[in-house]
């Protein structure tokens, strides 16, 4: 099954705010919510929250990467919740150290915001994105004991950024990969998400694929349930070789110049998809990032050969 809202999607687990780009929720004895969301949507995720949880509070927030549309509820949750534990790797930690860091993070947070704006998303968060402190660093298969049988185990899955972590929920299944795997966009469009290494990002993938996860948690549009769950860590493969070879090969006909391949790839995959989707601005970071790490590759790759 792919799940596209809202809602319940096990015993205890739950997708929260926007299907868009969703936090999710593991009920017990401590709660747990994973990632941050977008600063506009602040309101939407404590009302989902809330719902569930009723005058419980989350003991935790697990934090996948340090993009802006996952930790920019961050700062809300932790005025709300004052006590709630924000967890992630060390490398986020050091990039939401980093002034120029933080200052992308508000300005992408601002453009997201006028886009749901132009959607007619009511209840919106206008408040600038607010850096915060980790309370937890979390390690490599570093586990999380919330009962005699239920555990959070985290594990870095590199590719999409250094600073990724993927969660495994053992008990139920369920993983959380965010962008680790290929996003399911609201067109049927699968993206390949790696930036920061295409190597790196297989071999994650190839990690996530051997848990035999039964849920999988995407960063965005959907979750993925049983063979749907297999299909798409399959298609995730599949379509990042597709464009890397597609990013090859205008490398070549357009003499390595980037900026005329990133243009020509937007006007492949993203010029025409319906919104909802990515913003512009924050859609060619994200593929100057990876027609970048492709000419790189290819660049060390010929070098290796010589």
């Known amino acids: 099954m792919i799940i596209k809202k809202t809602g319940k999607i096990s015993d205890g687990f739950y997708v929260v705010g926007s299907p868009t780009t969703p936090i999710y929720l593991l009920d017990g004895p401590e709660p747990i919510l994973f990632d941050g969301g977008f600063t506009a949507l602040a309101y939407h995720y404590e009302t989902g929250i809330k719902e569930i949880l009723g005058v419980r509070k989350p003991v935790y927030l697990f934090l996948t990467h340090s ?3 996952h930790i920019g509820a961050v700062s809300h949750f932790k005025k709300i919740w004052p006590k ?13 150290l980093k002034q120029k860091a933080i200052q992308l993070i508000r300005d992408l947070s601002l453009e997201s915001t006028k886009s749901f704006k132009k959607m007619g998303v009511r209840s919106l968060n206008d408040k600038p994105f607010e850096p915060f402190d980790l309370d937890i660093l979390i390690k490599t298969d570093q586990k999380t004991e919330l009962s005699s ?5 985290a594990f870095n899955t590199p590719g999409h950024t250094w600073d990724f972590m993927s969660y495994w929920i053992p008990g139920k299944k369920i993983l959380i990969a965010s962008e680790a795997v290929a996003i399911y ?25 051997n848990l035999g996860a039964e849920v999988l948690c995407a960063g965005h549009y959907a979750v993925f349930t049983k063979k749907d769950a297999t299909d798409h860590i399959n298609n995730s493969f599949k379509v990042a070789d597709d464009y890397l070879s597609m990013t090859e090969r205008f490398l070549v006909q357009e003499k390595d110049d980037i900026d005329s391949v990133v243009s020509r790839i937007k006007a492949v995959e993203w010029d025409n998809r319906p919104w909802p989707k990515q913003p512009e601005s924050a859609y060619l970071l994200n593929t100057r990032q990876r027609v970048t790490t492709i000419w790189e590759r290819m660049n060390k790759n010929s070098d290796e050969r010589l």
């Open 67 to 69: 993009h802006f549309d």
């Open 84 to 96: 709630l534990q924000i967890g992630g790797s060390l490398r986020c930690h050091e990039i939401l």
């Open 149 to 153: 049988d239920l555990s959070v185990v």
């Open 185 to 209: 966009e609201n067109n049927g469009y699968i993206q390949p998400e790696f930036l920061v290494d295409f190597d790196a990002y297989l071999e994650s993938l190839r990690k996530i694929k």
